[in-house]
């Protein structure tokens, strides 16, 4: 079957850096994409890892291992804004996105 | 970037009656729409996915009478929820990729999403 694992909840200071862990099984894979989502707003495409290693932009990073299934977001410098749902959505052989219900991220001053 | 709208943003409407949802790609053509379904504290749910011109894809366990969607340009979709019942109350919110640039790994663009509640 297809499967999304990630924390349900991560609590950071601001100012911190975090990182939110996921780890998938899937059907093929075609990339995978991690979105943000403020409570009661659609989500927003933060980034898109299809090949192993890093992908920085700005204050936040992607970090892909097909081999172990695992992903992981990295937001630096984090702000009050960034209290938000994480969602991590690999992508299966049909080019189907996989939610899952996301890391809630609760930031504290 | 590519933008999606969607309307009305939320609804109020009395349980036997229907509600329309518009779904609009803004500035890029989109021949498949997808249409989303989130309940409170859980993962996005896709409920079916809209083909321009032609008949859209239901999930399993999602009644395509009661959940009709018209896809008639490329640029429009819309869901409508007929005889809506309380227990279809949920934030419901569609999405596209940008046809323009092809490739099916694109990004979802969704829309702000419609919150229906049926009383």
């Known amino acids: 079957g297809q499967n999304i694992d990630q924390p349900t909840e991560m609590t950071a200071t601001e100012g911190a850096i975090v990182q939110i862990n996921c780890t998938y099984q899937?059907?093929?894979?075609?990339?995978l994409f991690w979105y943000q989502q403020h409570a009661g707003e659609a989500p927003t495409f933060l980034s898109y890892?299809?090949l192993d290693g890093l992908e920085e932009k700005g204050r936040f990073s992607s970090f892909l291992s097909r081999s172990k299934g695992y992903s992981y977001l990295l937001l630096k410098e984090l702000q009050m804004k960034d209290s938000a749902s994480y969602l991590c959505?690999?992508?299966?052989?049909?080019?189907?996105?996989?939610w899952g219900a996301g890391t809630k991220l609760i930031i504290k001053p | 970037g590519a933008v999606v709208s969607q309307h009305p943003s939320w609804v109020i409407c009395k349980s036997g009656t229907s509600v329309k949802i518009e779904c609009r790609s803004l500035?890029?053509?989109?021949?498949?729409m997808f249409w989303y379904r989130q309940f409170p504290k859980q993962s996005l749910m896709l409920m079916a996915t809209?083909?321009?011109?032609?008949?859209?894809?239901?999930e399993q366990g999602v009644e395509k009478d009661k959940f009709l969607i018209n896809h008639a340009s490329l640029t429009l979709s819309t869901l409508t929820v007929t005889s809506a019942h309380p227990e279809d109350s949920s934030f419901y919110i569609c999405?596209?990729?940008?046809?323009?640039?092809?490739?099916?790994?694109?990004?979802?663009?969704f829309g702000n999403g419609t919150r229906l509640t049926v009383t």
């Open positions: 890892n299809v």
């Open positions: 899937t059907s093929g894979f075609n990339g």
């Open positions: 959505a690999p992508m299966d052989s049909n080019y189907q996105l996989i």
């Open positions: 809209s083909n321009e011109g032609s008949k859209a894809t239901y």
């Open positions: 500035d890029f053509q989109a021949t498949t």
């Open positions: 999405s596209a990729r940008d046809g323009d640039r092809g490739a099916d790994n694109s990004p979802l663009h």
